[in-house]
């Protein structure tokens, strides 16, 4: 397990810290931290704060690495698509020439930057673009030309009989 020692000037900035931190994973690290302070151990610590121990390792790791200031940071996975370099190419051509169908941007994609993507893929990037699905249909005829109206069958004729 790594051993860990925590400095008394950081013990009084954990204290403050673990209550008014924006962020509410910054707060339980700081918790996790001043509670080893007092010399608790891991086992409690977890319980305590609701984290598994490799959870808590890593908090350890980051303070033995980095200190209090590493222990702000927040960083999230955010995947990037490798469409994004060929964002402002594939929207300079979709305006001209929209695609009828996912299956043709996918194809028009890949002809354009040569990266091969699915439809689910496809449809992601083009909603992250901006571009919207326009369901187009063909418009009927309309249902009472000038004959029907002059016709005297009419369906929407009052009955004479209120029953």
Request: aromatic content about 10%; charged content about 30%.
């Amino acid at each position: 397990m790594l051993k860990i020692e925590i400095k008394e000037s950081d013990r009084l900035l954990l204290r403050d810290s673990r209550y008014n931190e924006p962020h509410p994973r910054v707060m339980r690290k700081m918790d996790a931290l001043h509670l080893k302070s007092f010399g608790l151990g891991n086992d409690l610590i977890c319980s305590i704060i609701g984290v598994c121990d490799n959870t808590l390792r890593g908090y350890y790791k980051q303070y033995s690495d980095g200190g209090i200031d590493q222990l702000k940071e927040v960083n999230f996975y955010r995947p990037c698509s490798d469409l994004n370099e060929f964002s402002g190419t594939i929207e300079d051509y979709f305006l001209e020439n929209p695609p009828s169908s996912i299956l043709e941007a996918a194809a028009i994609i890949e002809k354009l930057t040569g990266i091969k993507r699915g439809e689910t893929q496809v449809r992601k990037f083009m909603k992250s673009m901006g571009f919207r699905f326009i369901k187009s249909c063909p418009v009927p005829a309309k249902a009472f030309d000038e004959s029907k109206k002059k016709s005297s069958v009419n369906f929407w004729k009052r009955s004479s009989n209120p029953d």
